[in-house]
Every structure is written in structure tokens, then in C-alpha cells.
């Protein structure tokens, strides 16, 4: 059979697609077939995502190194487990509790500072329920030491007013940016309050978390309540910091708002991560800390993923660190 010859004006026509229209077919191609495009795209987010999760493993040495040099660095939290209780009048409980009373104030603004920011990064709007959540955080007069709390804190929705502190974890926490950072803790799940007011930014910030630190423990919403209140605290002491001129070197002065996680026993509940890998999922969520800490060069930090909160049944509030019988 004689083969077919084409015109020569047709192979000039198929040659002359116009550029946007050829453009096109390639985008679709490379959609429909969820290669190149896709994959490059996977790739750089594969890499970004190690590069940030490395920087955080060697702010976590750093700031581990830190506090071990540090006459101020808060005591581990397995260190504070294995003390026995301290009576109220014991004087390193006397001085933490006027330290915690000191700054709550300061605390109060920095928290309220960190939450809108957070709020504004993940964009979660306003609304009455988030404007609630301010009122009761604004509402904090009180510290209570509480011998019963040992090395924990906790706030209780039936008294709102005040932040209950174990007198172990008082003495334990021996500087201001250590105790700001607890403070400003308690006083995030206090604004969370007993209608969970913050849960979508709690959803948030865990899907985050996950996001960017590979193999991390799974995050249940109630770890990323946790998780989600030690950022607060981590961001409040940043803002403290800037705000606070000091002869110390800023990696130490960082450092303090973690060192409680530097524990050689790292032990998790359902409700926690376990503290290393809170420290680690902090510095993972926000870049610029662990470059505080390490003294490398920061870049501008990522913008992350709001997703939709999941609804909890019940819930309790607590800064603990072990498995406890639930208190209300």
C-alpha cells in the first residue's frame, strides 16, 4: 500500500500552535497525570521539611547544653517527678511563687499577644466565642501553690481566676522566662475555657506539627491542646525577651522557655507528647526560635495549614507532664 503523504500546510499548521494554548495542554497533561509538576512540588516540601526538622534537633542540643550551664535553668520535669513534695513554706516555693505572681501580669499581655498572632496566622477570625476566650483569659488575678500538684500546674474552670502551681514545679522553674512560659500555658487553656473556644486553632497547630516533624507521635486533640499552649508560652517568652534588654546571651535566655523538656527519662500519656518531642514539634512550628537559640541565620517563617477542629467530647485543663487522676 502506498503511504499516505500529509500537505505540507498541514505539518506548518500543527507546527504553529499558539504559546498559550500549548502551554495549556502541557499544565493539563501534567495535572491529569500527576507527574512532574507534582513531584517537584513533593520534593521541595520533602526537603523544606528536613531542613527545618534538623535545624530543630540541634536548637534542642543547644538549648539542652544550656541549661545544664545555666545557674538558672529550670529543672528537668523527670528530675522534679523523683523529688519528694515541698511544703509551702519551703523557701525555693516561697521565691517561685513571688516570681509566678510577679509576672502574671506581664504574662497575661504576652499570652493575649501570642494567641492573636497565632490566630492571625492560621486564619481563624474573629468571633464572640474568641472574643470569650480573651475575657477569661484578661480575668486571671491569682497563683495558689498546691502541695496535691507536685511538679505539675493546673487551671480549673470553677475558678477562674486562678492558676494553681505544685510547689515542686515552683521551685523548679528558676527564671522568669522559664516561669512566663508555664504561665502562659495555663492561662492559654483558661482562655480555651470549658466550651473549647480554641479548639480549631488546636486542630491547627497539630496537623501543622505533624506536617513538618517526620515520625512525630501521633496528636490526638488533646495533645495538641498541650502542644498548643506550650507554643503560646514558647512565643510569649520571645516577646518577653525582645522587650526585657539583658547581659545574658540571647540562646540562654531562649533556652529557658524549654529547658523543663531536657529530661533523660522521655515519657508520654495520652494527653502529651513526650517532653522531647514537644521540644521538638515547638522548634519545627516556629523556625525562628530555634534559630534564637542556635545563632544561625533566620528566615522568614512558613505559612502553615488551617484545617478544621474535631469535636470533643470531654475535656479537662492541666499543664501535666505524667499520667494523673484527672482533677476538676
Not at 501543622?208 to 495533645?223: K, M, P
Not at 533523660?264 to 495520652?270: G, V
Not at 519545627?284 to 495549614?305: C, F, K, N, S, V
Request: aromatic share 4%.
Amino acid at each position: 500500500m502506498p503511504q499516505q503523504l500529509i500537505p505540507r500546510n498541514s505539518q506548518e499548521k500543527s507546527q504553529r500552535w499558539p504559546p498559550a494554548l500549548l502551554c495549556f495542554a502541557l499544565v493539563c497533561a501534567c495535572l491529569l497525570s500527576n507527574v512532574p509538576i507534582g513531584r517537584a512540588q513533593s520534593r521541595v516540601q520533602r526537603s523544606a521539611a528536613r531542613e527545618i526538622d534538623e535545624l530543630a534537633r540541634r536548637a534542642m542540643n543547644v538549648a539542652c547544653t544550656e541549661r545544664e550551664a545555666d545557674p538558672q535553668g529550670s529543672a528537668p520535669i523527670d528530675e522534679m517527678q523523683a523529688r519528694p513534695s515541698l511544703p509551702l513554706g519551703h523557701a525555693e516555693v516561697v521565691a517561685g511563687a513571688q516570681r509566678a505572681e510577679r509576672l502574671l501580669p506581664v504574662a497575661k499581655n504576652l499570652a493575649a499577644e501570642a494567641l492573636r498572632e497565632l490566630l492571625r496566622e492560621y486564619d481563624i477570625k474573629e468571633s464572640p466565642v474568641i472574643r470569650a476566650a480573651f475575657m477569661r483569659l484578661a480575668q486571671v488575678r491569682n497563683v495558689k501553690p498546691d502541695m496535691e500538684l507536685r511538679d505539675n500546674a493546673s487551671v480549673f474552670y470553677k475558678e477562674p481566676r486562678t492558676i494553681r502551681f505544685g510547689t515542686i514545679f515552683l521551685a523548679g522553674l528558676r527564671s522568669d522566662e522559664g516561669m512566663l512560659s508555664v504561665l502562659a500555658h495555663e492561662l492559654t487553656h483558661m482562655a480555651d475555657g470549658a466550651g473549647g473556644s480554641l479548639s480549631k486553632l488546636f486542630r491547627a497547630v497539630s496537623r501543622a506539627a505533624q506536617a513538618r516533624a517526620a515520625g512525630l507521635q501521633r496528636i490526638n486533640s488533646r495533645r495538641g491542646e498541650e502542644l498548643t499552649c506550650d507554643l503560646v508560652g514558647a512565643l510569649a517568652v520571645r516577646a518577653y525577651i525582645a522587650r526585657t534588654p539583658s547581659v545574658e546571651t540571647l540562646a540562654r535566655r531562649t533556652a529557658r522557655a524549654l529547658a523543663h523538656n531536657c529530661v533523660e527519662y522521655d515519657h508520654t500519656d495520652r494527653a502529651h507528647l513526650s517532653p522531647r518531642t514537644t521540644m521538638r514539634a515547638l522548634l519545627t512550628l516556629d523556625p525562628a526560635l530555634a534559630h534564637e537559640i542556635t545563632g544561625e541565620p533566620a528566615r522568614a517563617r512558613a505559612p502553615l495549614t488551617v484545617v478544621a477542629p474535631a469535636r470533643r467530647a470531654t475535656r479537662r485543663a492541666a499543664h501535666r507532664v505524667a499520667p494523673r487522676t484527672p482533677r476538676r
